[in-house]
């Protein structure tokens, strides 16, 4: 077993060194983590110039500014706002062209999983975030708070070179990862979750928790329904 550990390393760096790791082994089992979407969020500086962000507004690498004032009314913040959403998703794309050139050179003969530990919330709902408790505050900005969708769907892709993984019927989780892994190299499984060699049902409930900053909140998702609970405030939410 090897780890190599970055301070804020970028995800070329990242993905050059495990390619170098992985060169000349024949199995190998490994973990990448890209931090690139997470604060400081720092895109090479191409990808700021095709979103044409405005790199000099105050925190915009990382999360203090109106973080606790946000005023959807204040042109000020709304230009932060708008500054901020475009600088997300110049680094989304940084980040996905990593990975493409990666996966078309590994994906024939590896078992591949990607996905999020998170979302990021903008304040797409700060007013109705703010009926719970929060201990920054930050209402819908960051993670760590209210499931909303923006931070709990995060994405999910499997892909066997021996088995075609298509996601069939129900809602899929990030407890389908042990499940799915495991069946694809044994027979049987016995993890909880639902392996993707399977439909999952249509029935299905998925959760997410929300246990930091404040109260516990929990996301339930069934087929087009969704609710958010907050037993401490007394607060629930329908969709």
């Known amino acids: 077993q090897t780890h190599q550990y970055y301070a804020d390393a970028a995800a070329s760096r990242v993905i050059s060194d495990y390619r170098k790791w992985r060169r000349n082994r024949n199995q190998t089992a490994a973990y990448i983590h890209l931090g690139d979407l997470h604060a400081p969020v720092d895109p090479p500086q191409k990808y700021i110039e095709k979103y044409n962000v405005d790199m000099s507004l105050p925190g915009i690498r990382r999360i203090s500014k109106y973080s606790t004032d946000f005023d959807s009314d204040n042109p000020d913040h709304q230009q932060y706002r708008n500054e901020k959403i475009k600088l997300h998703k110049a680094t989304l794309q940084y980040v996905s062209a990593q990975l493409r050139s990666l996966i078309e050179d590994i994906k024939n003969d590896t078992l591949l999983v990607i996905t999020g530990d998170h979302g990021e919330g903008l304040w797409e709902h700060q007013e109705i975030d703010s009926m719970m408790t929060d201990s920054r505050p930050n209402h819908c ?18 892909n066997s070179p021996d088995t075609d993984l298509t996601l069939q019927d129900g809602w899929p989780s990030l407890r389908d990862i042990p499940p799915t892994v495991i069946e694809s190299m044994t027979e049987n499984h016995r993890s909880r979750g639902h392996s993707w060699h399977e439909k999952i049902p249509k029935n299905r409930f998925v959760v997410c928790e929300g246990v930091r900053y404040g109260v516990e909140r929990k996301a339930i998702y069934q087929n087009e329904y969704k609710l958010i609970h907050s037993q401490s405030d007394d607060v629930t939410l329908t969709a």
Do not use: M, N
Not at 141 to 158: K, M
């Open 141 to 158: 900005f960051g993670h760590g708070g209210t499931p909303f969708d923006v931070v709990a769907r995060v994405p999910l892709a499997i």
